[in-house]
């Protein structure tokens, strides 16, 4: 729930004139290590730092660019309710919301596509962490249910994204219910017999990760993602402790069984093309036929409808 | 002695004199009685005029009430051959989550929930009723214990949420809560879930996702504590109580955006005054809640229990 310091005092900081260290952005610099990279090189990169190997936070399309063979299909997902506390702290939580709607381009914090990885097909949805800290309320919700239902509809495995500082507060309970709701999603993909795998990104917290996120059928997490259930300050408000090296990192979880698998973002298309690959073709064909370039965008589905509930 | 919270104060005081009043007699034979009855009353107007306009931060204290009826306290009022079980089968025993069978009303049952403590032994063995990865682990067994075997699950919930520790987060409390909500929603038996004081976010609804889900009157259920919402959104924790009426955490709030099913009222002056009164009312509550679902097959239960969360918030508006 550390949104507001990871992101939006940062972005205010930036707003109120800090000094611009970079002419026109052509060169970033790299959190981690501080050193220089040109900007060509670091998208080159998948950017992820080319000295240090960092991986930065990308946002849900550049993360859907690198996973997805060309010509993936944004899903449009059905709408949810917007503020329905009408919350308000030192801002209106609508306010809030519309903004980062504008700027985000999209309705809310998770952005679901069908395409393919290296021509199997499937079903992704990445966390815009940029878009109110990724926190999870009806919305994200709404997508997730969605995309899991387009999954089955499919007949694809399903692979979400994280990234992600928990529940939105501003929409209370509701948020809370996500859980449970996302929880189902899980369930639906699996009882259908399909792979449910989960990318734990930078950061991924709270209700998320205490829900679908940690139900994956395979739960990989990139290098250096920062994941857990407590923020790291309420923990050593807690127990009054200084928290150990590497406290909540992606390797931190992989040795204490947490994870399957630590994957670099270079290699994480092919990691999970294999994975599909070997859940879901039990007997490989002698002479494996190239993979095919998606030729034609794939056709653009409606969002799937839920079961009519009854009155 | 009687744990008074601050705006209780005025009730306190007059109860206060009362007594002195009833000492004074008893030490000196003057007759007050007309004089108690009078100030009797009036404490009695105060109390349920207080009681009945409590802020959402007022309530959030009437629900951490020491003295309100703890977890075991409706256990013992209700559950009869009540064997509580113990373990996690992996790591240890979590004190904080207490599970086991019994009987309620002749039935027998699975009882879950999660445990506060009533004075500071009990506080402390059972962690103020904050769980760590294994007391998920534990519920998770018993729900599915009660599964395999046909017993319906009846939960108690009442913590300020999951303890956010660095040993709970290396035995993964994120994956014990997530799979606890898992085992909830895929127990094909009924669930009956009640939220006796504080419903504290992902640790709560991991006991909580249910067929039925009743809370008392002055109870909470929220996503966070007003307290970290506040110095999260306010950067103030003395903002508390402004969060607390943001975050619509009431009985109230939730039944009305459809979140829980029934508020169950509790006696003048919340459940503190008269624990005997408030036992009473949840037991005949649950039990309402729970008879009509004893029809229902496995299978119609989970695919109701699914509707009903996939339906939430979806059309809730305060």
Known sequence: ?311 | MRHFLDFEKPIAELEGKIEELRRTSDAGGIDVAEEVARMRDKAQALLKTTYAKLSPWQKTLVARHPDRPKCLDYIRAHIEEWTPLAGDRAFADDAAVVGGLGRFRGRAVAVLGTEKGSDTESRVLHNFGMARPEGYRKARRIIELASRFGLPILSFVDTAGAFPGIEAEARGQAEAIARSIEACLEAPVPFVATIIGEGGSGGAIALAAADRILMLEHSVYSVISPEGCASILWRDAAQAATAAEALKLTAEDLRRLNLVDAVVPEPMGGAHRDPQASLAAVGDRVWDSLEPLLALDGATLRARRREKFLEMGRNSVV
């Not at chain 1, 399309?61 to 009408?86: F, S």
């Not at chain 1, 809370?176 to 899980?186: E, G, K, S, Y």
């Not at chain 1, 920062?226 to 406290?247: D, N």
């Open chain 1, 1 to 311: 729930m550390n949104w507001i310091s990871e992101w939006a005092l940062p972005k205010i900081k930036t707003l109120f004139g800090a000094p611009r260290e970079v002419p026109e952005n052509l060169w970033h610099k790299c959190p981690a290590c501080e050193q220089m990279i040109f900007h060509r090189d670091l998208e080159r990169n998948l950017h992820v730092c080319t000295h240090c190997g960092h991986h930065m936070r990308v946002g849900a399309r550049t993360r859907m660019d690198y996973t997805l063979d060309e010509g993936w299909q944004r899903i449009e997902l059905p709408k949810a309710p917007q503020d329905p506390l009408r919350f308000r702290d030192q801002r209106r939580y609508v306010e809030r919301l519309r903004e980062a709607q504008a700027k985000a381009g999209q309705e809310d914090a998770v952005v679901v596509a069908h395409g393919s990885i290296e021509g199997n097909r499937v079903v992704a949805a990445a966390f815009e962490f940029s878009f109110l800290g990724g926190s999870m309320g009806a919305g994200v919700g709404e997508a997730l249910v969605t995309a899991a239902r387009l999954a089955v509809l499919q007949d694809a495995p399903l692979i979400v994204f994280t990234a992600s500082g928990g529940a939105r507060m501003q929409e209370g309970a509701i948020s809370l219910m996500q859980m449970p709701r996302t929880v189902i999603a899980t369930r639906m993909v699996k009882e259908a017999g399909l792979p449910f795998i989960v990318v734990l990104c930078d950061p991924t917290t709270g209700g998320v990760t205490a829900s679908f996120a940690m139900l994956g059928d395979i739960q990989i997490a990139e290098p250096g993602a920062m994941i857990g259930f407590a923020g790291a300050r309420v923990i050593e408000q807690t127990v009054r402790e200084k928290l150990p090296e590497g406290f909540q990192r992606a390797e931190y979880l992989l040795e204490h069984g947490i994870l399957d698998l630590v994957v670099k973002r270079g290699e994480m298309r092919a990691t999970l093309a294999r994975l599909i690959g070997l859940l879901r073709t039990p007997e490989r064909v002698v002479a494996p036929p190239p993979a095919e370039p998606v030729a034609e965008p794939l056709p653009a589905l409606p969002a799937p409808e839920g079961p009519a509930v009854p009155a």
